[in-house]
């Protein structure tokens, strides 16, 4: 059974030479910069791949949600999981509230240059207090005639060192419950008073940049309020699904693309007068790998067909976020102990690769979080 159409094969094909003769031959150099250029942003959006979902009238191809899943899944074989992730950032994990809550004259001005890779853009939820912990964010802002004005910081804003538009959560009530407290906001770059404080120096995903940002007496206009005042963190919530099951995607196209390149590795890797490939020991967690892989794969697949019908997902998103990105972890650790000392050098994909992923157990909520939804919907609320 497959969940894709002839369309969505069509553009596989187009992301996947787009991937091996415009990215792969440069990730390198991108790792050791710590960024990737905007010229990227601006040719993905002149090919068409920044707003596949997007409406047709602010130049979006108004695809549906598989052919997201094709462009990260297409995206992570360029074996640099910075580079996929500043873009599904861009793509999926923070427009698509502008796309969904926007009003027109927000759409109008946004997303154009948000599908053209003009503006890229970038979520700023986490603070230094505030991480799984979404509802307890400090950043306030407070009304100010036509004005809100911010004040507070952020950490962890992957596209904060070289983004544009910045999509903000910050506290706006003091009454009631803390997560009906909660705002979204645009943020345009140059806007007084947001500075970036630092740019985090990473474990893996060196490409995508990581910002500290201080907001402090940051003027953005009322028109930049995304959505209601005090329902950001319920905004929040509904859209998680989407960068979940990407993270998901990512993760499974990766481990995928490290275990070709450990088969490849075993085939020509000769050790006691034959090659790697046919020991059985090797060939069995081989196998083992695969098989988890292939299980989250299904997983993965079976809660975006959820998402992409628009019925209930949560558990399903959940469980395969949860148990694909730990696969691809515990792929990541066989396809570097099968590599032996070669797959603990910089020189080796594998090596990149394991460093990159163990991100996705902890971003887009973590594995504990996730066994946290799991249960609640399961068993009931813990007392
Ligand atoms: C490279 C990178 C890029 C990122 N990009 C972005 C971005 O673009 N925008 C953005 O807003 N954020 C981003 N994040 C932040 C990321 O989403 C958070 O790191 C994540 O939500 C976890 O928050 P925390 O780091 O504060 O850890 P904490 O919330 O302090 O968690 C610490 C540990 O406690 C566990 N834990 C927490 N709560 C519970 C619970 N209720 N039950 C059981 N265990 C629990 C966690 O699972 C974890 O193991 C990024 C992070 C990294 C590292």
Redesign the pocket.
């Known amino acids: 059974m497959s969940y894709f159409r002839e369309e969505h094969r069509l553009f596989r094909s187009a992301v996947r030479r787009f991937v091996e003769e415009e990215i792969v031959p440069c990730v390198d150099d991108w790792e050791e910069r710590g960024e990737i250029p905007r010229s990227l942003f601006r040719r993905l959006g002149e090919l068409g791949f920044l707003g596949v979902e997007y409406p047709t009238e602010y130049g979006g191809g108004g695809a549906d949600f598989w052919m997201t899943v094709v462009l990260a899944e297409e995206m992570a074989r360029c074996r640099a999981g910075g580079v996929a992730?500043s873009v599904i950032?861009h793509t999926d994990?923070s427009s698509p509230w502008l796309a969904r809550l926007g009003t027109d004259d927000q759409k109008a001005r946004y997303l154009p240059a948000v599908i053209s890779g003009d503006k890229v853009c970038?979520?700023?939820?986490?603070e230094p207090g505030?991480?799984?912990?979404m509802a307890g964010i400090a950043t306030r802002a407070v009304r100010d005639g036509d004005d809100w004005t911010l004040n507070g910081s952020?950490?962890?804003?992957?596209?904060?060192v070289y983004g544009d538009l910045y999509f903000v959560s910050a506290r706006t009530g003091s009454e009631g419950p803390r997560h009906r407290q909660l705002s979204q906001f645009l943020v345009e770059r140059d806007t007084p008073g947001l500075t970036v404080s630092k740019k985090?120096d990473?474990t893996g995903?060196l490409s995508?940049d990581?910002a500290e940002l201080v907001f402090e007496d940051v003027r953005t206009p009322g028109a930049n309020l995304l959505g209601e005042e005090n329902r950001g963190f319920h905004q929040l919530a509904a859209g998680l699904q989407r960068e979940r099951l990407l993270a998901a995607a990512l993760s499974v196209s990766a481990a995928a693309q490290a275990l070709d390149d450990t088969a490849a590795y075993l085939r020509q890797r000769q050790a006691f007068g034959r090659p790697l490939s046919e020991l059985q020991a090797l060939r069995h967690r081989f196998a083992d790998a695969a098989a988890s892989l292939e299980a989250a794969r299904q997983l993965t697949y079976h809660a975006a067909s959820l998402f992409a019908a628009e019925e209930p997902c949560e558990v399903q998103v959940s469980m395969a976020k949860l148990y694909a990105t730990e696969a691809a972890n515990r792929v990541a650790y066989e396809c570097v102990q099968m590599h032996g000392g070669y797959g603990y050098v910089r020189e080796t994909p594998v090596e990149r690769f394991a460093r990159d992923y163990r991100?996705w157990t902890?971003?887009?909520?973590?594995?504990?979080?996730m066994?946290?939804i799991i249960s609640r919907r399961l068993l009931g609320d813990a007392p």
């Open positions: 992730f950032v994990m970038a979520l700023a939820i986490t505030a991480g799984s912990d952020k950490t962890f804003t992957t596209n904060g985090l990473k995903m995508s990581t991100l902890i971003a887009a909520g973590s594995s504990e979080v066994r946290e």
